[in-house]
T-cell receptor
Framework: GESVGLHLPTLSVQEGDNSIINCAYS??????FIWYKQESGKGPQFIID?????DKRQGQRVTVLLNKTVKHLSLQIAATQPGDSAVYFC????????FGKGTRLHILP | GAVVSQHPSRVICKSGTSVKIECRSL??????MFWYRQFPKKSLMLMAT?????????EQGVEKDKFLINHASLTLSTLTVTSAHPEDSSFYIC??????????????FGAGTRLSVL
């Protein structure tokens, strides 16, 4: 069946460096993807989204890249800060959201 | 941005009792609300989708008589865990989506409810 997953369960990044979190999806018909951030003990927070008619979208300090050929999605966080520590989920949404497994981002001082 | 309030944030109950969790959209009308369950260090699993005024649609494997969902108004949905047992202990999260076209159809999430059944 379709699934949305992430390559790495944990990513450690030096404060100030850029972070890249990757995601693979299996449903080639998917046309809407979202990245969420979840801090400990809280609900997911919308970060950025992208539709399949785009391959790149930028927000404040974040960029999402979509490669439909290999069904790959990535989230880039520029100048990573301590407040970026969280679990990041990619998700695919049609009428409901299917969450990937999540990547925990650790910020090293 | 749109705000979704979930209450209580934490509840501890005895085995066999029922627990009600509320999910409210504070500044928009939520035509659809979703309930998720999350185990420690795991992803969110969709339990059910509820549309205002109609019965909830449950995902495969979720017992509708165990997890009662009511979406009686455009701003409130409730999840009742009936006859709770220790295996029901989990983090329950709701989300809400406004009418078609509202806020790009984004789902807004509550802060979650940590349920511990003794």
């Amino acid at each position: 069946g379709e699934s949305v997953g992430l390559h790495l369960p944990t990513l450690s990044v030096q404060e100030g460096d850029n972070s890249i979190i990757n995601c693979a999806y299996s449903n080639s018909a998917s046309d809407y993807f979202i990245w969420y951030k979840q801090e400990s003990g809280k609900g997911p927070q919308f970060i950025i989204d992208i539709r399949s008619n785009m391959d790149k979208r930028q927000g404040q300090r974040v960029t999402v890249l979509l490669n439909k050929t290999v069904k790959h999605l990535s989230l880039q966080i520029a100048a990573t800060q301590p407040g970026d520590s969280a679990v990041y989920f990619c998700a695919e949404e049609d009428d409901k959201i299917i969450f990937g497994k999540g990547t925990r981002l650790h910020i090293l001082p | 941005g749109a705000v979704v309030s979930q209450h209580p944030s934490r509840v501890i109950c005895k085995s066999g009792t029922s627990v009600k969790i509320e999910c409210r959209s504070l500044d928009f009308q939520a035509t659809t609300m979703f309930w998720y369950r999350q185990f420690p260090k795991k992803s969110l699993m969709l339990m059910a989708t509820s549309n205002e005024g109609s019965k909830a649609t449950y995902e495969q494997g979720v017992e509708k008589d165990k997890f009662l969902i009511n979406h009686a108004s455009l701003t409130l949905s409730t999840l009742t865990v009936t006859s709770a047992h220790p295996e029901d202990s989990s983090f329950y999260i709701c989300s809400a989506r406004g009418p078609n076209g509202f806020a790009k159809n984004i789902q807004y999430f509550g802060a979650g409810t940590r349920l511990s059944v003794l």
